[in-house]
């Protein structure tokens, strides 16, 4: 076992397409953080961005259902940071605290944590 108990040689999920980064010119692109594991078996990112192509939901809209997804098919935790082809920003999690930064439509860096 390596440091936070995770093994040597892992590959988490950022470095997986889809699983912690995923950016589609279509819907927009995504960000996860929380338990890798459980975020590889959902592919989190690429199902938060295939979430915007239902009209009926906005990027927070979205970042809510792509959590709750991965509550319910994996028991997983984590957060997600979601933008759509617009430039709308969405974000959810399920764990006790998440930070949170992005840049406005005038250029200014919006930073704080979420709390649960």
Partial sequence: MALLSR???RVGDSPLAGCGTYADNETGGASATG???RIMQ???AKHATDLLRNPDLDASQAAHAAIAHLERRV???GGIILVDRA???GFA???PHMAVA???AEGTVQSYIQPG
């Fill in 87 to 89: 430039g709308r920003t």
């Fill in 102 to 104: 992005w840049l406005d």
């Fill in 42 to 44: 959902v592919v989190l």
């Fill in 7 to 9: 093994y040597r040689g």
């Fill in 93 to 95: 999690h399920n764990t």
């Fill in 35 to 37: 338990h890798g594991e």
């Fill in 75 to 77: 028991q997983g935790y």
